[in-house]
């Protein structure tokens, strides 16, 4: 998998910087071969702020980062798989937002890490409870996953609360528990302050970010990046549901016999009425 990763806080990048690191990151098979005048002129940014990022992130100079970007990368499947979409015949399909959506599940697969699924496929399945946290459009996927995984015989709630209401059910977690966050684009704040607490108390987090400077793991947090395009793109919610589709399919085969019973027993209930409820 081609990949290069910058170690500087989050926190002490500016806004300017912050779209410069995730244009770098959703683009870092190209970057390399870029001038520093195409990057500025695609983000609308200075020449000169892209040189103070450079050397923010610890190079002397921009050439000098591509050059460190360019000797980490690796041809991955996914870019293979990429460049089989670029070499066809596409006439005006490129354009199209479902192939943006291609182009969005490659790079999300492409930084799909198997041990990060099964640290997340663990820590749901050990929780006595799991409370998810979403808001705005992301409570769809959200709503998706609580469905899946309720088949699973697991005690799961959506909190979709702000406000004071957010701390009545802040107050019921334990460690024990588990956490898992929608945090996507300018993350809501209610959403950071679940992710803060959930911190302080160390209950287990899985998060789901869409910006790579917000998708990096940490201690007591465990985090799938999906991608959904630049911030200034339409954002779907293809990659989010794909990922939820792939946990919950991988969360199944290394379930216990006795959540496996429960599944056995939906569709034994489902058949002894499919004719009162065709299914």
Do not use: C, W
């Not at 015989?153 to 024990?176: M, P, R, W």
Request: charged content about 25%; cysteine-free; proline content about 4%.
């Amino acid at each position: 998998m081609a990949t290069h990763t910058f170690t500087i806080p989050k926190d002490s990048l500016t806004k300017s910087q912050l779209v410069i690191l995730e244009y770098i990151y959703s683009n870092i098979e190209t970057i390399p071969f870029l001038t520093i005048t195409e990057i500025s002129n695609e983000l609308g940014i200075s020449d000169a702020t892209i040189t103070r990022f450079s050397k923010k992130v610890g190079y002397p100079s921009f050439k000098e980062m591509k050059m460190a970007i360019l000797s980490d990368i690796q041809v991955s499947p996914a870019k293979k798989l990429q460049n089989s979409f670029e070499e066809g015949d596409l006439n005006a399909k490129d354009n199209l937002l479902i192939f943006k959506e291609i182009q969005h599940l490659i790079e999300t697969v492409s930084h799909l890490d198997i041990q990060i699924l099964n640290q997340a496929i663990h820590l749901l399945l050990k929780a006595k409870k799991i409370y998810v946290f979403a808001k705005g459009a992301a409570k769809s996927p959200a709503d998706l996953l609580v469905f899946r995984l309720n088949r699973f015989d697991l005690d799961i709630q959506l909190v979709t609360a702000s406000g004071s209401e957010l701390f009545e059910k802040l107050n019921n977690l334990s460690q024990e528990d588990a956490i898992v966050l929608f945090g996507f684009g300018s993350v809501p704040r209610e959403i950071k302050l679940v992710e803060d607490y959930g911190k302080k108390i160390k209950v287990p987090i899985l998060s789901f970010a869409d910006r790579h400077y917000n998708s990096t793991s940490e201690e007591g947090v465990t985090t799938f990046f999906v991608a959904r395009g630049l911030p200034d793109d339409y954002h779907s919610m293809t990659s989010v549901v794909a990922l939820i589709d792939t946990l919950i399919v991988e969360m199944a085969k290394q379930m216990p016999e006795e959540r496996k019973q429960h599944l056995e027993n939906l569709f034994s209930l489902k058949e002894s009425y499919k004719h009162n409820v065709p299914r």
